[in-house]
């Protein structure tokens, strides 16, 4: 069984995560960061039903096999009952279970490698897809795989609709998710 060790950071708002060996604290989301975000989890939710939890800015605490659990903070994510149970989502404040899907949003200020650290930690710990989006490019990139090494990425362009493969039923609008920030 895995010895659950976990890096903790101070709790500070917004959120602190652990990446690439550092406290890193995320920045206060802008108006089209907080839009995107409001229609990913409203799109999320209108799927998911009630197989799962979405939710926005949760704490969530994974880590690489062998490695302790971090601290992160999906901007988007969702976790199917199978995987967090109603009744520890009852109990517990803080998942120590990989999302299902998790969505990122890219902030002016993301650094690349930062983002691809959190990826891989996801991935690694069980998350099925990744979705990075990037407004100023109006892009979404889907990333599926058991690592970043090996990770199949897929960048979609704002006129595309999307079938998310790992999920069947599931399709991403990019007009109508980027219309979102369309003020």
């Not at 989890?41 to 971090?70: Q, S």
Request: glycine fraction near 6%.
């Amino acid at each position: 069984m895995r010895e659950l060790s976990e890096i903790t950071v101070p709790e500070t708002k917004p959120a602190t995560e652990w990446v690439r060996g550092r406290a890193l604290q995320k920045m206060s989301p802008k108006p089209w960061h907080s839009a995107l975000q409001g229609w990913l989890n409203r799109w999320l939710h209108a799927w998911a039903g009630r197989r799962g939890f979405v939710g926005t800015e949760l704490d969530i605490k994974i880590g690489r096999p062998g490695e302790p659990l971090r601290p992160l903070v999906p901007d988007v994510c969702y976790i199917t009952f199978e995987r967090w149970s109603r009744e520890r989502f009852a109990t517990d404040e803080v998942p120590h279970v990989a999302p299902d899907i998790v969505v990122e949003i890219l902030s002016p200020d993301d650094r690349r490698v930062d983002l691809d650290d959190k990826l891989d930690v996801y991935l690694q710990a069980g998350t099925t897809l990744a979705l990075l989006v990037d407004p100023r490019e109006r892009t979404v990139e889907t990333v599926c795989g058991q690592s970043l090494a090996q990770a199949h990425r897929t960048i979609y362009r704002e006129s595309e609709v999307v079938a998310l493969e790992p999920f069947g039923d599931l399709t991403l609008a990019l007009p109508e998710l980027f219309a979102a920030i369309d003020f």
